[in-house]
């Protein structure tokens, strides 16, 4: 075993750092990896993907899929060959189970609804707690039948027919929208869902790419997505760019542990992903980017990163779709600057893979950072560079970002920080400990 996977699992402490620096190229897109694994086993035909994040959330949509039906096999690191079922799933013998992964259970629940199947869903102890009424209450209305333990799992679909809706969430969720799409997609008649607020457009984007026929209209912020079932799709080639939420913490370190300097390759630049790096520039981050390949038909970027004086800033509530998954990371970034920083309109952070927001306050107070909690927002009072004291433990509520976002605290405080748990951490980023130590970052567990 290697130090780093040593690492993915127990009790891990992060030591203060210096100077991080090194390279390393982005770990695989997990919302692009959901989605080629599902469009893939869905689409006629066969779907060849490189750069598949093989995490653990990721690899149980691959299982998922391929009890419904698909072939799925893996042909190298990251490479992978999906034979689909031009939309003809069969009904899984065994519940699927999807472990501690919100976007695969709300995507395949979308995707069992529209294709017809009798299935049952169950998920981890932190997944079993989360909201999918949000999911099964537009299916139902397309006419799905889903039964929930008081809206959550575990859930089972009856097979039924579908109709196509006209939808407008009341959170601003990619989940919600994909899963309403894709039951669109075998669905009778048109589906459209109006978004107030455009969350990431990876499923419409896809579904364009595995010869969906789906219209997108963006007006003030917002996107409606309109498509016509029954549709079928055709199997793609599919370079999964870089994942931005992932590369955040390796940033994140290197911008307030001093002396630092890093890079990280290919990391998807889209809109509706990088509400971080936004606000990281607004706080005088030192961010320096020069174009990546285009994957997946989405545009990517080097990202240097060098360690910098931050400041407070005011984070808009409608930057949150943006970066919902970032705010943790945000938090500790916040501890270290100086001035206040304001983050609003942050309550679907509370349903989470743990209440973030809860997560991240107490991930402050115990490393005696100055912040302020509120229903739906933080206000972090940065302490400055080297200014927040540390030495605290972090429970990590099965949350892998709380887990990484504790680590990387602990890398620019004044004394060392632990987390209580770090094996989620690989639901999302089995790499997150070989990349850190490959920048100098001192981690080590046997705690
Ligand atoms: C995701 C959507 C977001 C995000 C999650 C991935 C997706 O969830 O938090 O990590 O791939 O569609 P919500 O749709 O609940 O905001």
Known sequence: MTQASALLSGAVRARPATELSGRFRAPGDKSISHRSLILGGLARGETRISGLLES?????????????????????????????????????????DCGNSGTGVRLLMGVVAGAGVDAEFVGDESLSVRPMARVTRPLSQMGANFETRDGCLPAKNRASALTGITYAPPIASAQVKSAILLAGLGANGITRVEEARATRDHTETMLTAFGGEIDVQRENGGLIATLKGPQILTG????????????A????????????SIRIENVMDNEARIGLYTTLLEMGADLRFEPGPVMAGERTRHIEARFSTLHGV???????????????????????????????????????????????????AANSARFELLDDGLIVKGLGVGGVPGGGVVETRHDHRLAMS????????????????????ATSYPDFF??????????????
């Not at 690899?59 to 999906?82: D, P, Y």
Request: avoid cysteine; charge should be negative; hydrophobic fraction near 45%.
């Open 56 to 96: 653990e959330d990721v690899l149980n949509t691959g299982k998922a899929m391929a009890a419904l039906g698909a072939q799925v096999e893996r042909t190298g690191e990251g490479q992978w060959i999906v034979q689909g079922r031009a939309g003809e799933l069969n009904a899984p013998d065994q519940p699927l």
């Open 236 to 247: 793609q080639t599919v370079d999964v760019p870089g994942d931005p939420s992932s590369a």
């Open 249 to 260: 913490f390796a940033l994140v370190a290197a911008l307030t542990v001093p002396g630092s």
């Open 314 to 364: 005011e984070v808009p509530p409608e930057r949150a779709p943006s970066m919902i998954d970032e705010y943790p990371v945000l938090s500790v970034a916040a501890a270290s600057a100086e001035g206040e920083t304001r983050m609003m309109g942050l309550e679907e952070l509370r349903a989470k893979e743990s209440d973030r927001l809860a997560g991240s306050a107490d991930l402050l």
């Open 406 to 425: 504790g680590l990387v605290l602990g890398l620019a405080a004044q004394n060392p920080v632990t987390v209580d748990e770090t094996v989620m951490i």
């Open 434 to 447: 070989a990349h850190m130590l490959a920048l100098g970052a001192p981690m080590e567990g046997g705690i």
